[in-house]
C-alpha cells in the first residue's frame, strides 16, 4: 500500500500530442497505475478524446491549466509553503504516518489549499483519495484510512503539533506508531468518520 502514497506535479505539454497547454484553459488530468505507482497525464481535452490509449485510468478529472507564475524576487521565500510538510510526509513514505497524512490532506482541502478530484474504495474498504493542489496542480495520492472517530481528535493534535513546529516529523511519527500499536485489539469500525 505505501508505495502508492504519491505526489505527481502538473505537466506544463500534453501528453499526447506534446504541444503546450493554453494557460486558462481546460486540461484533462488522469493517473494511469503502473508497477511503480501512478504516471500521470495532462492533455488537451480533444487529445483525451481523439489519442489512441490502450489502457483504462485509474482516475481522471476535468481542470483548468494554469502557467506556472514566475516567483517575485523580492518577496522572500516563504518559510512554509502551504501543502510543504504534506509533501515532505508523503516523500518520507512512513507507514506510522499515514493517519497524519489523510488529516492533514483533509485539513488543507477545508483550507482550500487541496481540491479533492477523485476518490476509490479499495478491497479493504480504506479509500485512495487523489488531490490536486489548486495552486501548483501536483496531484496528491492519499490513503484514507477510514479512521476511526475516537482517534481522529489525537491525530488532529498530532497534525497541529507539526504545523506549529511543536513536534519535529520524527516525534509524531514514534507517536503515531504506539498508538496505532494499541489499536490493533480494535475490532475494526465500518463507519467512515471523514
Ligand atoms: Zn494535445
Known amino acids: 500500500m505505501s508505495q502508492e502514497w504519491n505526489i505527481r506535479s502538473r505537466g506544463h505539454v500534453c501528453s499526447f500530442c506534446q504541444k503546450p497547454l493554453v494557460d486558462r484553459a481546460p486540461v484533462v488530468s488522469a493517473l494511469k497505475e503502473s508497477a511503480d505507482g501512478y504516471e500521470r497525464?495532462?492533455?488537451?481535452?480533444?487529445?483525451?478524446?481523439?489519442?489512441?490509449?490502450?489502457?483504462?485510468?485509474?482516475?481522471?478529472?476535468?481542470?483548468?491549466?494554469?502557467?506556472p507564475v514566475k516567483e517575485e524576487k523580492k518577496e522572500p521565500l516563504k518559510k512554509e509553503?502551504?501543502?510543504?510538510?504534506?509533501?515532505?510526509?508523503?516523500?518520507?513514505?512512513?507507514?506510522a504516518m499515514k493517519n497524519v497524512v489523510y488529516v492533514l490532506a483533509v485539513m488543507h482541502e477545508r483550507s482550500k489549499i487541496l481540491g479533492e478530484r477523485d476518490a476509490k474504495e479499495q478491497p479493504d474498504h480504506?479509500?485512495?483519495?487523489?488531490?490536486?493542489?489548486?495552486?501548483?496542480?501536483?496531484?496528491?495520492?492519499?490513503l484514507d484510512p477510514r479512521l476511526r472517530l475516537e482517534n481522529l481528535s489525537s491525530v488532529?493534535?498530532?497534525?497541529?503539533?507539526?504545523?506549529?513546529?511543536?513536534?519535529?516529523?520524527?516525534?509524531?511519527?514514534?507517536?503515531?506508531?504506539?498508538?496505532?500499536?494499541?489499536?490493533?485489539?480494535?475490532?475494526?469500525?465500518?463507519?467512515?468518520?471523514?
Open 41 to 67: 497525464f495532462d492533455c488537451h481535452p480533444e487529445c483525451w478524446k481523439t489519442a489512441d490509449r490502450d489502457w483504462e485510468p485509474f482516475s481522471q478529472w476535468d481542470g483548468v491549466y494554469f502557467a
Open 156 to 194: 488532529q493534535q498530532e497534525v497541529l503539533a507539526l504545523l506549529s513546529g511543536t513536534k519535529t516529523l520524527g516525534e509524531v511519527s514514534s507517536a503515531e506508531e504506539s498508538q496505532s500499536d494499541a489499536e490493533q485489539a480494535a475490532p475494526p469500525e465500518t463507519e467512515t468518520t471523514a
Open 126 to 142: 480504506t479509500i485512495i483519495r487523489v488531490y490536486e493542489h489548486r495552486k501548483t496542480g501536483e496531484s496528491f495520492i492519499v
Open 81 to 95: 509553503d502551504a501543502g510543504e510538510i504534506l509533501r515532505q510526509l508523503i516523500t518520507l513514505d512512513d507507514p
